[in-house]
């Protein structure tokens, strides 16, 4: 067990070292559908100056209220579901005894792909993920685990991209998982469940105005409206960047990337993979099916975000509409097929789910449905009555009505 583990965490170390890529003031289009060897670059400085126009999308609707007893899960299978750290946090030790009642989630914490059960393994790790769930929104320090069936370190893997408030305020490392008593020990940084119920509603406060208004719209339409919304807000970290890739495993506050999924959505600060595990997460509270993709590049690494639409697999980079060379306001890396990101030096045999390498990437994400936007699309108007958009190309004409249904 504990060789297995070991290499788990070599992997993780290998996969994980993700720097993201510039655009170096490059744009790029597909001149058409049928013939992706012909790829148009354009020069962003010879490309007339973008119009910004606030994006008109109703954001005074009521918000998604899904408590911890309310769990939405697309598996209907499992629906019931040695390093030392210097200058180490003063960790709560009175969360037994604490009568604080527990915050009552307005999100879902326990949602997960309706694949899941495949791409981690097996269903009992599934259920492991929602005892540490609901453990840490209760402050509980303990959580029983079957060494038979279920793999502690993989599932904390899980919680790291799909639940990421669980590392505001924990410390977690590798020695987490007691082999001798088959308990897993989480230990919190915050000094009471007051204040842990607060940095919950903090976390849910800020994810709010993301996902407000798009609970009965389309599939496309909620996770196109959130993403634009999102990536309006994002500030790339590169301190984020500038740490020892040998300690990235350890679930510890030195880490800089320790709670980086959490920050991406609270601070609205991070790196590719810290903004992919944030939007992630806010399509599970659009109940739509999502994972994190690592992969390794011809000259760096990057991470972006997989998500299904209609039955479809499509790739969405907040990265780099976040920090895109024509200015403010793009959705042009949302819907992009594989073979943009292969333009890129991205190959899909070097593509890892969720940094899982032993899960050969086996997704086909070939559909061309938003390639129209993957051409240069900016300052989109949303409406959510019609379920259509308007947006501007990269020479500020108005493209109208794409349908988002």
Not at 69 to 81: A, G, L
């Amino acid at each position: 067990m504990r060789k297995g583990i070991l290499i788990f965490l070599v992997v993780i170390i290998l996969i994980s070292t993700v720097g993201c890529r510039t655009h170096d003031d490059i744009n790029y289009s597909f001149s058409s559908k049928d013939d992706l060897s012909s790829v148009e670059f354009i020069d962003s400085s010879s490309q007339s100056e973008i119009i910004e126009n606030d994006v008109a999308v109703n954001e005074s609707q009521e918000t998604i209220d899904v408590s911890s007893e309310e769990v939405i899960t697309n598996n209907d299978n499992n629906s019931n579901n040695n390093s030392t750290v210097s200058s180490l946090p003063q960790a709560s030790q009175t969360t037994e005894t604490d009568n604080t009642p527990s915050y009552k989630p307005k999100l879902n914490y326990y949602y997960l792909p309706a694949d899941a059960s495949e791409i981690y393994k097996t269903s009992e790790n599934l259920e492991l993920y929602r005892d540490i769930v609901s453990a840490y929104l209760n402050y509980e320090t303990t959580v029983p685990f079957d060494t038979r069936t279920q793999g502690p370190h993989y599932v904390l893997n899980m919680v790291r991209f799909h639940c990421p408030i669980f590392f505001a305020d924990t410390y977690i490392d590798v020695d987490f998982a007691d082999y001798n008593t088959d308990k897993l020990k989480i230990t919190y940084t915050s000094k009471s469940k007051a204040e842990h119920n607060k940095i919950i509603e903090d976390f849910e406060n800020a994810c709010m105005p993301l996902i407000a208004g798009l609970s009965s719209e389309t599939e496309t339409e909620r996770a196109l409206v959130c993403y634009y919304r999102y990536v309006q807000t994002l500030n790339y970290d590169d301190a984020l960047n500038d740490f020892d890739s040998s300690r990235f495993y350890l679930y510890a506050p030195d880490n800089p990337r320790y709670d980086e999924g959490y920050k991406a959505i609270v601070n609205k600060t991070g790196v590719c993979s810290s903004f992919s595990i944030a939007y992630s997460f806010l399509l599970s509270q659009l109940n739509i099916d999502s994972y994190t993709i690592f992969a390794a590049g011809k000259t760096d690494s990057h991470a972006w975000t997989m998500l299904k639409l209609n039955d479809k697999w499509y790739f969405a980079d907040p990265t780099f509409d976040a920090d895109w060379p024509q200015g403010e306001n793009s959705i042009s890396n949302f819907g992009v097929p594989a073979q943009q990101r292969i333009l890129f030096g991205y190959n899909p045999e070097n593509y890892f789910i969720s940094n899982t390498s032993d899960n050969p990437f086996s997704y086909n994400v070939n559909d061309f449905r938003f390639i129209k936007l993957t051409q240069g699309a900016y300052s989109p108007e949303f409406n959510l009555e019609t379920n259509t958009m308007i947006y501007k190309d990269t020479k500020g004409n108005i493209q109208q009505e794409f349908d988002l249904s």
